[in-house]
């Protein structure tokens, strides 16, 4: 057999995979059995034996499977938040940032399914690990970044009510970023609605009903009598 390197290895024999490769590999296999069957249901063995290698060669490389994880997770918030990062600085208007966001968030779970997977499954289980809890709270920041934009260049805003604003988006952010991440996960599983369509509606759904609580808009306060 031919190896990449154009060396000849004996019939039966495997070649040794250079250290980078095969950590590469190992990064990409753990990534696949975390996505699959979430951090605490996966143990090394299933990620060697999906690798085809032995547990002493995976712990060769990774001490632990917290160890595993945290450099897996690590990868993915890098690539989601450099593409939020670029797609959002790149727009101008509030809403048109909103709808990079959503954008990027339906690019990367087309391109990256066992890493959405990941994603979806652990962001809110911060005892998984550092590095998914820190990329919700990037998320969270950039989306409120996005809500006080325009208030912030608001010469008339009296710092009492940008305070108030600030504090109306913070409570808001954990709304906006799970109403996306749902929505992508829902498209996901009903390929049949144009990606188009899902888009629209996602941005929509944020925009306006963020835009109608900006400008104060409440519903009226139930009568006692009427909830009986």
């Given at each position: 057999?031919?190896?990449?390197?154009?060396?000849?290895?004996?019939?039966?024999?495997?070649r040794?995979?250079?250290?980078?490769?095969?950590?590469?590999?190992?990064?990409?296999?753990?990534?696949?059995?975390?996505g699959?069957r979430?951090?605490?249901?996966?143990?090394?063995?299933?990620?060697?034996?999906?690798?085809?290698?032995?547990?002493?060669?995976?712990?060769?490389?990774?001490?632990?499977?917290?160890?595993?994880?945290?450099?897996?997770?690590?990868?993915?918030v890098?690539?989601?938040?450099?593409?939020?990062?670029?797609?959002?600085?790149?727009?101008?208007?509030?809403?048109?940032?909103?709808?990079?966001?959503?954008?990027?968030?339906?690019?990367?779970?087309?391109?990256?399914?066992?890493?959405?997977a990941?994603?979806i499954?652990?962001?809110?289980k911060?005892?998984v690990?550092?590095?998914?809890?820190?990329?919700?709270?990037?998320?969270?920041?950039?989306?409120?970044?996005?809500?006080?934009?325009?208030?912030?260049a608001?010469?008339?805003?009296?710092p009492?009510?940008?305070?108030?604003?600030?504090?109306?988006?913070?409570?808001?952010?954990?709304?906006?970023?799970g109403?996306?991440?749902?929505?992508?996960?829902?498209?996901?599983?009903?390929?049949?609605?144009?990606?188009?369509?899902a888009?629209?509606?996602?941005?929509?759904?944020?925009?306006?009903?963020?835009?109608?609580?900006?400008?104060?808009?409440?519903?009226?306060?139930?009568?006692?009598?009427?909830?009986?």
């Open positions: 057999m031919t190896g990449t390197t154009g060396d000849t290895a004996a019939p039966g024999v495997r040794r995979m250079p250290y980078a490769q095969r950590r590469e590999q190992l990064l990409g296999v753990a990534l696949e059995e975390f699959r979430g951090y605490h249901l996966t143990q090394m063995e299933h990620v060697a034996a999906a690798a085809q290698v032995s547990k002493a060669l995976l712990y060769q490389h990774f001490t632990s499977k917290e160890d595993l994880f945290a450099e897996v997770t690590e990868a993915i890098g690539e989601i938040t450099g593409r939020l990062n670029a797609a959002v600085l790149a727009e101008q208007g509030s809403v048109d940032g909103i709808r990079a966001m959503v954008r990027v968030l339906f690019d990367y779970a087309t391109e990256q399914p066992d890493a959405w990941l994603v499954r652990h962001l809110d911060p005892e690990g550092l590095e998914l809890r820190e990329m919700r709270d990037r998320l969270g920041a950039a989306f409120a970044d996005l809500l006080l934009r325009r208030r912030r608001d010469p008339e805003m009296t009492a009510e940008l305070e108030a604003n600030e504090r109306r988006a913070r409570l808001l952010v954990p709304l906006m970023y109403s996306m991440l749902s929505m992508v996960s829902w498209w996901l599983e009903h390929p049949d609605t144009p990606r188009e369509r888009e629209g509606m996602a941005v929509e759904f944020i925009w306006l009903g963020l835009d109608r609580l900006r400008h104060g808009e409440r519903l009226p306060r139930s009568h006692p009598d009427s909830e009986r």
